[in-house]
Structure formats: C-alpha cells, structure tokens
C-alpha cells in the first residue's frame, strides 16, 4: 500500500511467462478497504478481478462484474453511470486489464519498465518507484496553458509515466506490451439524440424531473451513508440540496464556501435566503485565507505531483471540515455549467485536436505570452505537437473530466467520495435537446426562470468568479513566487520569463500579472517548477 | 504579383483525423475566434498554402485543378473566392 493507502499494484515480468500470476497477482494487488464506493474482489480458478464499483444507473453485482470482465464486455461497463476501477487478471492468457469509468472518477498511472509493472491511482507512488524520471514537454506545456483540463490524454508529467485516459482499457500481454483503447461509444450517443424542445419551460419542466430520479438514484446507492452536500449561491449546487432536500428522510448539511472581502464566486447572503426557504442546514466556511500558496501543505501536494485544481487550498479546507463532520459522501454540483453547451458534442466531435489547439491559441489573448518566452510559445503552439496526440473520446464534457481527476487525490485520501448527479451520460444526452434560439444558447438564468419556487430572486443575478482569490498569492505572498522562480529550470532553458517576473515582483510591478487569466498561467508555472525542482527529473531541450 | 501564406494559428491539419472527417475540417479566426467550417475543396487549398508558404495565386489554381484533374478555368473563380474569404477572416495572409 502507498504512505496515503492507495490502490497499488507491482509485479514482475517473469510473473506473466512463468506461471507464477495465479498467485502473484492476489497477493501484490493491493486494494485499500473504503467506504464508498466499496472494494470488490472476485477470485476464481482462471482468474481474478478487483477494484472498486458503484453504479448509479442499476444493480450491478460483484459476480454480474467479473462476469462482463470475463466476456470483455468492456462497453457494457464503462457506458454504465458508475464510478470505477477494475483490474482483471486472466491467467488463461497471461494477460492483465485495467479499466475505469468515463467520468474520471479514477485516474489510473501505470509505468512498464523491462523488467515489471507499476500501476496505482497515486501519481507520487508510481513516480517513487522509478529508477529515472524525465520530464514530458508535451504534458508541462498543456498544463501550463490549460490546467490540463483539456482532453485526457495517455501522457503525464513524466515521460516514464503513462495514464489510462477515462472510459478506456488498458491490456498488457504477458510481454508487458501494452495497448490503451477507448470503450466510449461517442458515435452511437451521438446518433441517438432526440429533437429539440420547442420551450424552455417544457425544457426546465423535464431537465428537473430527470435531474431527481438521477438524485434519487445517488441517494439509494449511498444508502444509510452520512452525506453532505455543497451550496453556492448558483444554480447547479443549490438546484442539486433542493432535490435532495426532497427525497431524503435524512438530515444532511450543506456547506458553503464563501469571501466576503474577494467576492469570490458565492454569496452567503444569497445562500442563506435559499436555505430558509426550503429548509436546509448550512454550515459557512470562509476561504479568504485559502487562497494558493495560503498553507504549507500547498508546496508538499506540488512537489508529489503539480496540482490541475487552482485553488487546491480551498478544495482541501472544504473536504477536511466535511470529512470531520462525519461525511461519507459529498453531493456536488461540478458539471452543471459544461451541461448548457452539451448541444454542441456533435459539432466539435469529429475535430478534437482542432478545438483544442483553437483553446490553446485563445490563450495568447489571456496573457500567456507575459509568461512564456517566445521558444515557449513556439513550443506551446507547435501543430506537429498537437496533431501527434492521440485522441480518447468523451461524452461527459473534458472540463468535468478534468475536474473529477483533479479531485480524486483529496477525495480519496479525506475519505469522502464526491457525488455529481450533473456528471451522467445521460444528463448530458438530455440536456442536448435545449432550445436554441437562432443557435444561440440560452443563459441559465432564462432556463429556470420559471422555477421561482425554486430559487430566490437574488439567484437570477450572474455571479463572479473566483479570480479574486487567486490572486492573493502574488499579493501576499511575493517571496514564494521569486523563490521558486529564482531557481527555474524552464527559465534556465529559456522557455519561460521566470527573471522578467521575479524583476517585476520584485520591484512590486505586479499589474501586468493580474489583467487576465496571466495569473492561473503564473501559478500552474510556480506549481511545475516546484515540483521539477524537488524531484530528480531530467528536462528535456 | 501577391504571395500567400497560411496563418498556423488559424488552422492545424491532422492527417489521422483529416481524413477520416473526408476532408471536412475547422478554421478559427485568431482575432474574434470564430470558427468556420471548410469543405475538402477549401481543405486543399490551405494544404497547398501551408505546404509552400508564399505560393502565388496561380500556382495554386494550378495545383489544386491538377490534383483534381480538372481545368484550370473550372478552378479560378471558386478558389479566388475562397481565398479571399479566408483572408478576410484571417486564416490566410498576403503580402
């Protein structure tokens, strides 16, 4: 087991040829018993197969599990709503196959050297168990731009390191050759759809009545439970108690993170109108002190793995106090903003790597050039790096993808499982039938503007985001950013300006800095220096 | 005699996707970042464009109505026209 008791699996090569798997393979996987969703193992003569499973949709038991794994009935599998990672062994063929669901509920990191395999959900584990790590270009240069919150690859940080992109198979044959293959059928969603809705009314009408069953179903997986849920002044998370509110016999709390000072993107004010009106307990937390590089836990998380959550800080507070309470399971209404744009799957569908070179231009115009050197944009922006990606597609959109894999480090080490009732293939195929008015998508506040009993009037206001709290850390905490940057290794390679900002920070020039989205590129840099420099990876160049 | 060249900002060729797509593809206007779709037709075109940066016009036409094995008169005005559009939308520059 790794130091944060993660899923671990390490076996040597010999293992596959010699006849040893049968009884190699029990013993060095290790599954650390959880909760939710709940550790399985099914051990038969021919084979093995464990992992963790929780489906949404219907029963899936342990047996019908190991079952469809016997059959390689993987679509079946990873088209189901369900959180999961499954790991087969098949001693009939020396072959092991690893599989995990589409929403990115679980990251899986897997290295194959000559001479064994290395696989957990723990990126640190994997990377401690190298003999040499060399830092991916590709991955940096994404995540500086992106948070790597674009589409999953099977590339990370360390070259040596691959990942199994969500809703995909990974197949290692008794050579450890592997293979890494999609098992989302985007094509036959696709072809599914139904017509439009001629009404937003009718839209929202039925959006509220699929959006309950969906929570109703959560809600009987997680079963006796203790859960929570979160609660902003928004839409989605509010819309998401109102409904829990609803089918629950429980009590639950919400909790909602606020800052006065930042008007960061709630208010409690609003929050609290919304909870006296239908009922709900709220606990506030205030976050003006979370912002990144607030705790010293911030540098510890990057030198494990740089962070793809901006404000990590606050994420981790969140889960803490939720986790101390006694919580199981967070309800959470991540997903529900990528849902409003879910009509235009079949027109960016066919041109993956085209929308996300487009996404990556745009951020010329968000201030990266004051953060990249004119190599580092060459690189960034270098099409045959874009067309040589391979491609793994999705239904559920990239951004929720990207942010359940962002969460699964601290969901899974404070024990409490984020439930996204927004997150379901089938949410997204309904919500594909909005009415478009001359294309033109309509704003949330139009579509539930006829559930006034729902909402309160203040919530029909757009909200801000959350860039005020970020940028607290070049405010309050200069001497990080120039102590990091100070000693940057992309800066030495000339592909960053790390001393034209350690220059402007120093003499306190820090507007340029806080225009745009300059400052999310400045700290994705801080995060990736750090931990390039606390780890012993070669850089490339 | 004006030359033309693609902006790379503008357009990314995949030739994995290209072609299962038939040769449909996206442009994007770098500066109001709007998208516009292209037909195989205009896919030639920004090919030949990006492949030989600073092509004259009737080179193109040249080219293209050869690949197509067609005449070059059944070619001009349609590529002039989509040239055109792409300059105006600022995938492809002249000078």
Known sequence: MTKTGHPFLEIPQKSFTDGSLPKIFPKKLVLPQRVFPSRFLVERENYSCGG???????????????????????????????????????????????????????????????????????????????????????TAFDYLATGLALFPTDETFISEIRQLPPGCLLRIDSSLSFSVESMVDLDGFIARKESPYTTLKEFSDDFLILLGQIVKERLDRVGSLRFAADLSSGFDSSLISYLLKGVSKKSFICYCGFCQKTTVDTNPKIVAKFAQKHGLKVKFLNEENHFPFSKIYSLRIAAKEPPKLILEEREHERFNRVAKDGNIILFQG?????????????????????????????????????????????????????????????????????????????????????????????????????????????????????????????????????????????????????????????????????????????????KKYLEMDEIVYLLYLLKLEYFLQHNNIKVPV | MKKFFVNPLGIIFCPEIDQKNNFQTIVLNPLNEKIIKVNPFGYEILKIIDETPGIYLQNVIQLVSQKRNEMVWQNEKKIGEFINQMIEENVIFEK
């Open chain 1, 52 to 138: 963790y499973f929780v489906c949404y949709e219907k029963v899936v038991s342990n047996e019908e599990l190991a079952l469809a794994c016997q059959a390689r009935n993987w679509q079946f599998l990873v088209n189901l709503a369900a959180d999961f990672l499954i790991i087969y062994c098949d001693y009939s063929t020396n072959e092991l196959f690893v599989i995990t669901d589409q929403a990115g509920k679980f990251p899986c990191y897997f290295s194959i050297r000559s001479d064994r395999l290395i696989l957990s959900t723990d990126f640190g584990a994997v990377k401690n168990a190298l003999d040499s790590a060399t830092l991916n270009l590709d």
């Open chain 1, 334 to 510: 991540s997903g529900g903003d990528e849902l409003y744009d879910s009509h235009l799957i079949e027109f960016w569908a066919p041109f993956p790597i085209q929308q996300n070179y487009f996404i990556t231009v745009g951020r010329l115009k968000l201030g990266i050039n004051k953060i990249l050197t004119k190599d580092g944009l060459e690189l960034l922006l270098n099409r045959e790096r874009f067309a040589r990606k391979k491609f793994y597609p999705l239904i559920i959109s990239e951004s929720a993808v990207g942010l359940n894999l962002a969460m699964f480090p601290l969901a899974w080490e404070t024990r409490v499982w984020p439930v996204t009732p927004f997150i379901d293939w089938r949410v997204v195929q309904f919500a594909r039938r909005i009415p478009l008015e001359s294309s033109k998508k309509p704003e949330k506040q139009e579509i539930w503007k006829y559930h006034s009993d729902i909402f309160v009037s203040s919530q029909f206001k757009p909200k801000r985001g959350y860039e005020d709290l970020a940028k607290l850390y070049l405010i309050k905490k200069p001497e990080i950013v120039i102590s990091i940057l100070e000693n940057s290794i992309l800066g030495k390679k000339g592909l960053v300006k790390a001393q034209e900002i350690v220059g402007n920070v120093q003499k306190g020039n820090l």
